[in-house]
Nanobody
Framework: QVQLVESGGGLVRAGESLRLSCSGS????????MGWYRQSTGDQRRMVAI??????EYSESVKGRFTISRDKAKNTVTLQMNNLKVEDTAVYYC??????????????WGQGTQVTVSS
């Protein structure tokens, strides 16, 4: 079992910054994917940034503004969000993805943290 706890959300103005943190506990291995997704009202949950092995992936909408970092020893992942835009407003979820077979995986989720960006 994996437990994830996020922190760092809040209300900011456009152009400002926020830093999200996620602390994981339980059976997390260095080979598991770990990252952030977000879900705005009326939309599906979408990938923001993930770290899988030595690979980092960002959604096009946040490239150049957000930076993800992972500490495998501590099972933590942070998301530095700069130059926030109104459209970044969403609930942000920490995620761990564990692959147990080819193209088969299980996702663990945190409880989510609200990020609201005002104009």
């Amino acid at each position: 079992q994996v437990q994830l706890v996020e922190s760092g959300g809040g209300l900011v103005r456009a152009g400002e910054s926020l830093r999200l943190s996620c602390s994981g506990s339980g059976s997390i291995s260095s080979g598991d994917g770990m990252g952030w997704y977000r879900q705005s009202t009326g939309d599906q949950r979408r990938m923001v940034a993930i770290v899988r092995g030595d690979t980092t992936e960002y959604s096009e909408s946040v490239k150049g503004r957000f930076t993800i970092s992972r500490d495998k020893a501590k099972n933590t992942v942070t998301l530095q969000m700069n130059n926030l835009k109104v459209e970044d407003t969403a609930v942000y979820y920490c995620n761990v993805r564990q692959e147990y077979a080819i193209r088969s995986f299980y996702d663990y989720w945190g409880q989510g943290t609200q990020v609201t960006v005002s104009s």
